[in-house]
């Protein structure tokens, strides 16, 4: 019975240790919520229409994205969200081995969008 235990436990460590942190415990995607001054405006994700202000969007944490605010008799205003990494998550990986490190940095699943909210001010459009 103690041997059957040990050998469990044997392979989930091995199982976490093949396994980046990151990939094991981190979101995918990220809760980012949109609003403008006025409200109202639509919000454009790289160029695709999403819906309209005040509004929350799950976003990928992988890449960066371009928002664009519209609104008619307003100027459009784009802010672009990046991505950074968790050095959190690297330490843990190379606390871990090296195959962790690969496996996270091969999946991209260190990086984060860099903001949970995006609010801005539209200028009224000057004609």
Do not use: H
Request: glycine share 8%; proline share 3%.
């Amino acid at each position: 019975m103690f041997k059957r235990f040990i050998c469990i436990l044997v392979m989930l460590f091995f199982i976490i240790g093949i396994t980046g942190c990151a990939t094991l415990f981190k979101a995918k995607t990220r809760t980012v919520d949109f609003d403008s001054d006025p409200q109202g405006a639509t919000v454009y994700i790289n160029g695709n229409r999403m819906g309209k202000t005040p509004m929350p969007l799950n976003l990928s944490n992988k890449t960066a994205v371009t928002v664009t605010f519209k609104k008619e008799g307003y100027e459009d205003k784009t802010y672009i969200i990046n991505t950074k990494v968790g050095a959190g998550w690297v330490i843990l990986d190379c606390l871990g081995g090296f195959i962790p490190i690969i496996i996270d940095a091969v999946t991209e699943n260190w990086y984060s969008l860099d903001t949970d909210a995006v609010k801005v001010m539209l200028d009224v459009e000057r004609k």
